[in-house]
């Protein structure tokens, strides 16, 4: 009689920083109704893997389905896998921070479940193959990676139903293939159709496996699988098939499966990830090349060529990808090796410390692709809160209190020294591109970076969806992976697609041949004179003493043919509060006229809320930060009376044009293209008559304030 044997097993993920009403109603939508219906078919076998995050919120809000769970384990029904408590991308984090994860999910496990985890998840299956050595000192034997993987290494598909074993450094780990048909036929399409696959790949031997492994979310949480999957009853009918079809297909776990079965040869799989992840890391242009020529190809008889050697990118050019990405992961470094520095005499606060730091490796702001992950500002926001938590902590603990200090340092790893000033209340990181400020803490018991913005870019989804609006015969009715939505940018919104020329950081220079309107500015319908914005400035001052520092900039370029120098100038003091002064000099022979505009991005988050606005010389001017306007005095705000409850103030040596508006990005958010507020941007706009050899300055005081 041919068998098949079959793993099935659910991922279920909830990023740090998402809103607990997001936790509950995938609960509510996904895992719970899942849990139900799994234990009341008994001939199923079964595998979870759920973060510790997850975990964690779980055990406080719905302790019932910790029991539940238990109650499965210790009737040996399912299998528990371990990986990375706060789920990151593990080649992305320091090893010694890798073991940590693991050994902390590992615990919890235990604790609660009673049970040693044999196996890893690995964060979006990112895969480099120095992890073998960090997954089996933690004791870790086995894992999933997508087929596709494998396939890489010229490995014959025939040869695709078992497992795999591969070393490093002599450590030895077991790599079972994701399949991705069952991953595109589960739940998407009828279950017969699973159930045949399944039987067409059963042998007499009955030596074969096949797994699915794959997120618990698409079972109910994925646009339209709650109607599909629970009140259409397709779990319920896999279920009773697989129960029917019990002596032929064998559900089963992975260690189960190792016990009764050798792995099928040695392998080495290069570094990769699933075949979606891949391509969502290229550039947009190649990325829509790269897909355009896979659905060419698809439809030759070259299908299998496609999967074998036509792969995308690599996971760690995020960082490339996305300069913010970049920016957030060498902040966790820079945390990692801080927390380092502090002395086991105070054991208690580098644990503390530790805990802030952990989550803040959570992987999911720090790409994006089908879900929001880099575009949502609230997993940003809880990312930098808790790094910056860790921070304060440990120069605190390394430095002692009322520290005031600088790091000097190539911060962002992109070949160019950036300088760092600390004290208790706030840390600032400045830049030599454009002179400006790319990040702004302050360190309040709501910690926040204030300068957490993020630059409109186009991407592939853009591209398509604007073919997609072209074309009327998109398939809307057939169940399908959120792989497979064809997605347009609605009308409303389309006017926001532009896309930045500089980076959305503070004190960005601009020299323009007119003030524009705020609306203008915002959908970049104005003319740049010069390049200011785009170049890396000189350091000529840098210096700090226990009563201020001092950083100074300075560049010279062309400003419609004409040779302008601008050198900048701040001066920050011990409580965080700094000044910027602009000074500008005609270094040609001729008179020079222009609009020097600077352009300050800033971040309370919410900005459609009614408790955050812009005041203009301490009146209220707007209802809320997503107005766009302009305002004439000496000062511009912006107020939080919510969440940070706080107010952060520009005020200028003179009367001022403030431009002001919120910054949309329209991004992939797994159904549609959606609309999101990512920050306000104020713009100091001045205009500027220079007589040859002529100096003109500009200067403004930059506060935050608790309210």
């Known amino acids: 009689m041919k068998t098949i044997n079959l793993i099935l097993g659910n991922h279920n993920h909830q990023p740090v920083g998402n809103f607990d009403f997001v936790f509950e109603s995938t609960y509510q939508k996904a895992y719970k109704p899942f849990l139900d219906i799994l234990a009341k078919y008994k001939d199923i076998k079964f595998n979870f893997h759920y973060t510790g995050c997850l975990l964690e919120w779980i055990e406080k809000n719905h302790p019932e389905h910790i029991e539940a769970l238990k109650k499965l384990s210790?009737?040996?029904?399912?299998?528990?896998?371990?990986?990375?408590?706060?789920?990151?991308?593990?080649?992305?984090?320091?090893?010694?921070?890798?073991?940590?994860?693991?050994?902390?999910?590992?615990?919890?496990?235990?604790?609660?479940f009673n049970c040693v985890p044999q196996g890893a998840w690995i964060a979006e299956r990112v895969w480099e193959p120095t992890l073998v050595k960090n997954l089996a000192m933690n004791g870790l034997k086995y894992l999933m990676l997508d087929d596709s993987q494998f396939l890489t290494t010229g490995i014959d598909t025939k040869n695709m139903f078992g497992y795999f074993i591969t070393d490093n450094e002599n450590y030895k780990l077991n790599i079972f293939p994701i399949s991705q048909e069952l991953r595109y036929l589960i739940p998407f399409r009828d279950v017969e159709k699973s159930i045949e696959y399944l039987k067409s790949i059963a042998t007499e031997e009955g030596d074969r496996v096949v797994v699915l492994h794959d997120d618990g979310e698409k079972y109910g949480d994925w646009p339209g699988t709650q109607k599909w999957v629970?009140?259409?009853?397709?779990?319920?009918?896999?279920?009773?098939?697989?129960?029917?079809?019990?002596?032929?297909i064998i559900t089963t776990t992975y260690s189960e499966y190792m016990e009764k079965y050798p792995p099928i040869s040695k392998i080495y799989i290069p570094t990769g990830s699933y075949e979606e992840m891949l391509t969502w890391v290229l550039p947009a242009e190649i990325q829509d090349e790269f897909h355009r020529k896979q659905e060419e190809l698809k439809k030759s008889e070259e299908n299998e060529i496609i999967t074998r050697f036509m792969r995308g990118g690599f996971w760690r050019n995020y960082f490339t990808k996305y300069t913010e990405s970049n920016r957030m992961n060498k902040r966790m470094l820079f945390v990692s090796n801080m927390i380092g520095e502090i002395t086991e005499s105070n054991y208690k606060d580098k644990e503390e410390a530790l805990n802030y730091l952990l989550k803040g490796q959570c992987n999911c702001p720090y790409w994006h692709g089908t879900f929001g992950g880099l575009y949502l500002n609230n997993l940003r926001h809880a990312t930098y809160a808790n790094l910056i938590k860790a921070t304060s902590i440990s120069l605190e603990k390394v430095y002692g209190r009322e520290y005031f200090l600088s790091h000097h340092l190539d911060f962002d790893m992109d070949g160019r020294e950036?300088?760092?000033?600390?004290?208790?209340r706030a840390a600032i990181i400045f830049h030599r591109l454009s002179g400006s400020i790319i990040e702004w803490d302050l360190k309040k018991d709501t910690p926040i970076n204030?300068?957490?913005?993020?630059?409109?870019?186009?991407?592939?989804?853009?591209?398509?969806?604007?073919?997609?609006?072209?074309?009327?015969?998109?398939?809307?009715?057939?169940?399908?992976?959120?792989?497979?939505?064809?997605?347009?940018?609605?009308?409303?919104?389309?006017?926001?697609?532009?896309?930045?020329?500089?980076?959305?950081?503070?004190?960005?220079?601009?020299?323009?041949?007119?003030?524009?309107?705020?609306e203008e500015f915002q959908l970049m319908k104005y003319e740049e004179d010069a390049d200011f914005y785009k170049s890396y400035y000189n350091v000529v001052e840098n210096l700090i003493n226990k009563d201020y520092?001092?950083?100074?900039?300075?560049?010279?370029?062309?400003?419609?043919?004409?040779?302008?120098?601008?050198?900048?100038?701040?001066?920050?003091?011990?409580?965080?509060?700094?000044?910027?002064?602009s000074i500008i000099q005609n270094k040609s022979n001729e008179d020079a006229e222009f609009v020097y505009a600077l352009e300050n991005n800033i971040t309370l988050l919410a900005g459609q809320e009614p408790d955050r606005y812009y005041i203009g010389d301490d009146k209220k001017i707007s209802s809320n930060l997503c107005e766009v306007s302009e305002y004439k005095g000496k000062s511009i705000?912006?107020?939080?009376?919510?969440y940070i409850k706080i107010k952060v103030l520009l005020e200028a040596s003179e009367e001022t044009t403030f431009l002001y508006m919120p910054n949309y990005t329209i991004s992939d958010a797994v159904d549609k293209l959606e609309m999101n507020y990512q920050n306000s941007t104020i713009v100091c706009c001045k205009k500027i008559n220079l007589k040859s050899g002529e100096k003109a300055q500009y200067k403004i005081k930059v506060t935050a304030k608790d309210i």
């Not at 705000?637 to 919510?642: F, H, K, L, P, Y």
């Open 418 to 424: 950036e300088v760092i000033i600390s004290c208790e």
């Open 230 to 248: 629970y009140e259409d009853k397709w779990l319920e009918k896999f279920f009773e098939a697989l129960t029917k079809e019990k002596d032929t």
């Open 637 to 642: 705000g912006m107020v939080d009376e919510g």
């Open 74 to 112: 210790d009737e040996k029904r399912i299998e528990f896998q371990s990986g990375g408590f706060y789920e990151p991308i593990m080649p992305s984090i320091p090893d010694k921070d890798k073991d940590i994860q693991i050994d902390r999910l590992n615990k919890y496990i235990y604790s609660r």
């Open 549 to 581: 520092a001092a950083i100074s900039y300075d560049k010279v370029s062309k400003v419609n043919g004409k040779d302008i120098y601008l050198m900048k100038r701040y001066i920050i003091d011990k409580d965080g509060t700094f000044t910027l002064e």
């Open 450 to 518: 204030l300068i957490d913005c993020l630059k409109r870019r186009e991407e592939a989804y853009h591209i398509a969806a604007m073919r997609n609006a072209a074309n009327e015969d998109n398939n809307d009715s057939e169940h399908v992976s959120i792989h497979e939505i064809a997605k347009k940018v609605h009308e409303k919104i389309a006017k926001y697609l532009v896309f930045d020329k500089n980076e959305k950081v503070f004190a960005v220079d601009h020299f323009l041949n007119k003030i524009p309107t705020a």
